[in-house]
């Protein structure tokens, strides 16, 4: 190991004399747009996701969700204001003529959720029998600043990627850029969305703007094939882009359950000065450098576990994998600086008539430093009597995993406070051979210089 890794390591949460806010992905106030991500069939005909907005909450709560009037053609809407109230938890379902369908803007794909106490927004779409589960950042959350993190679509028709810009301000500016060929600015007004399309993969793509503003991306696969040489590289994904924090330096990337034969982990960089190392559970360290605006990739099998250190902040997805090489679910790898405490867990488990409720699983995949996991809690009840029976040690041996099954709705918290990661994993079968996983990290919080140029408060 390197001693620059180290000494960068132990600089985490030892800075004086700095302007530092953390911000948490809980919250009371939240915007995002719909991802435009529609199923094709074998004769290329359309059908839309419904869309599910799962809000957890530590205690009973109301909320509001406030959505643009679907009868009005004015260019900003009027926005329709509904009350609902959370007892722990609440599902709200939108049908699918709520879906964004635009090619360019628009100002009626948005959703506003506001509420007077802290919860957690997941928005789950349901794409003819794929689950793709969303978490949603609040308002204070978001940034002016993002790297991209997306994934290579299908050479099929109707297959693309996609980057979605939800504006908070009143002229909000936007610069997207990358190293092959896109550069492009855009105005927007209050809660306008953009969404730009292709058919590349726009990893690395970086997007710039005056006021914080809200990213998404996504890939749609396309229409299916009858051959049966089709090979996929991708099903439905998405998610919210988190900002890179001031002190992500030191990433775990857990193993996963055995439907995933491999999976990758794409690593971003906001400038040209990383340094990175990645250790393995199974391969040998490999010490490489990552630049702006060019993502390097590490492809692993699912049962491995990586522990990856930087010099400078950075960024790690993990795509999960099918044998068949097939992307499952993409979701941000939250820093070990960014892990929390205590979390608020909910995953609606998908409902076909023709599987079996004992072929839909769902687990948590926990990280904790290993002397700590003994403090675990399910709803205030202890999990981990003997930690040392179950666990899997991390590459660096500071940390463990523990897989443990979840149940409908859990409280996840420390017996003192400890902070731990928390990816909430599940898997689903959709005909007698073939099942899907979706995964999400159930939260994360950030630590970036103090401004003073802080998100607006939502109205409406």
């Not at 435009?36 to 530590?58: A, E, N």
């Not at 504006?167 to 809660?191: E, V």
């Not at 979840?406 to 003192?416: G, L, N, W």
Request: hydrophobic share 35%; proline share 6%.
């Amino acid at each position: 190991m390197c001693l620059w890794i180290y000494i960068s390591l132990l600089a985490v949460g030892c800075v004086s004399g700095e302007d530092v806010c953390t911000e948490s992905s809980y919250g009371k106030e939240f915007i995002f747009g719909f991802a435009d991500i529609p199923y094709y069939d074998y004769h290329g005909h359309r059908s839309d996701p419904v869309l599910t907005i799962l809000v957890t909450s530590k205690r009973s709560t109301s909320f509001y969700i406030s959505l643009p009037s679907t009868n009005s053609a004015s260019k900003t809407p009027t926005l329709v204001k509904t009350r609902y109230y959370a007892y722990n938890y609440k599902e709200v379902t939108f049908n699918s003529s709520m879906i964004n369908r635009f090619e360019d803007t628009g100002s009626r794909s948005f959703i506003k959720i506001s509420s007077s106490d802290d919860i957690s927004v997941l928005a789950m779409y349901n794409v003819n029998s794929y689950v793709i589960t969303n978490p949603i950042l609040p308002v204070n959350f978001l940034s002016s600043a993002y790297i991209v993190p997306s994934y290579s679509p299908n050479t099929v028709t109707h297959s693309k990627t996609q980057l979605l810009i939800v504006a908070l301000n009143d002229s909000t500016s936007i610069t997207l850029q990358s190293y092959h060929g896109i550069y492009l600015t855009k105005t927007l007004k209050p809660n306008e969305v953009y969404m730009y399309q292709d058919n590349r993969d726009l990893s690395g793509v970086s997007i710039n703007s005056n006021h914080p503003i809200a990213v998404f991306s996504s890939i749609v696969p396309g229409s299916k094939s009858f051959s049966s040489h089709t090979r996929w590289n991708t099903a439905y994904l998405s998610m919210q882009v988190p900002p890179i924090g001031k002190y992500a330096l030191h990433f775990i990337v857990p193993a996963l359950p055995n439907e995933v034969q491999s999976y990758k982990v794409r690593i971003y960089s906001p400038s040209n000065l990383a340094k990175v190392e990645i250790h393995s559970t199974s391969s040998s360290t490999k010490i490489t450098e990552v630049y702006e605006r060019i993502y390097y990739e590490y492809n692993t099998k699912g049962s491995s576990t990586l522990e990856i250190v930087s010099n400078i902040p950075i960024m790690v997805v993990q795509i999960a994998l099918s044998s068949t090489g097939e992307a499952m679910f993409m979701a941000n790898v939250p820093a070990t600086s960014q892990f929390l405490s205590n979390y608020w867990t909910y995953i609606k488990r998908p409902s076909y008539s023709s599987i079996p409720s004992s072929e839909s699983t769902n687990t948590y995949i926990v990280t904790i430093r290993h002397e700590k996991a003994a403090g675990l809690l399910f709803d205030n009840e202890p999990v981990l009597h003997n930690p040392e029976l179950v666990a899997h040690k991390t590459p660096l041996g500071n940390y463990s995993i523990f897989t443990i099954p979840m149940t409908s709705r859990d409280i996840v918290s420390h017996a003192v406070d400890e902070p731990f990661g928390l990816l909430v994993y599940g898997r689903s079968l959709t005909t007698d051979s073939e099942s899907y996983s979706y995964g999400h990290y159930a939260g994360m919080e950030i630590k970036s210089d103090c401004t003073t140029t802080a998100s607006p408060p939502i109205v409406g």
